[in-house]
């Protein structure tokens, strides 16, 4: 994600719905600067935010905890409600253009497609990640 307003948009979803953080790449991820601030009404001064040089290793890191690694990619068969969100989650979203690399996309645990209807078939990215935050919220509040 490299769009300022995109990360401050999902910080502030991401903070509404508890998330403990939010996982960026160093290169070509968005700044936090005063526009993503701004976006993110504060949350980015909020939430905790890491760069890192390989995304494969907060992933492995996540792994080994517990965590169930959820890629939002609408290639999936499955939907996003078929995927129990009450244990420890981690969510990876592909980049505006790119997607999900293939490398992250193999570690991830599951994958799953929001439902769409209209001609368009994707989301922007910050609403993808607020549908997903949202599902483990709803499914966590049973």
Request: with cysteine.
């Amino acid at each position: 994600m490299s769009d300022v307003r995109n990360l401050g948009a999902i910080a502030r979803s991401a903070e509404c719905a508890g998330s403990g953080g939010i996982i960026l790449p160093a290169k070509g991820g968005a700044a936090i600067n005063a526009d993503g601030v701004k976006a993110s009404a504060g949350a980015l001064l909020r939430i905790g935010v890491a760069k890192c040089k390989n995304l494969r290793i907060p992933l492995y890191y996540l792994k080994e905890r517990g965590f169930q690694i959820v890629a939002a990619t609408e290639k999936a068969e499955g939907l996003i409600y078929d995927v129990d969100m009450t244990r420890p989650t981690a969510f990876v979203m592909g980049s505006e253009g790119k997607g999900i690399s293939s490398s992250v996309l193999a570690l991830c645990d599951v994958q799953a497609r929001i439902p769409m209807h209209g001609d368009i078939g994707s989301l922007n990215v910050s609403v993808a990640a607020s549908l997903m935050l949202f599902e483990a919220v709803r499914q966590r509040q049973k």
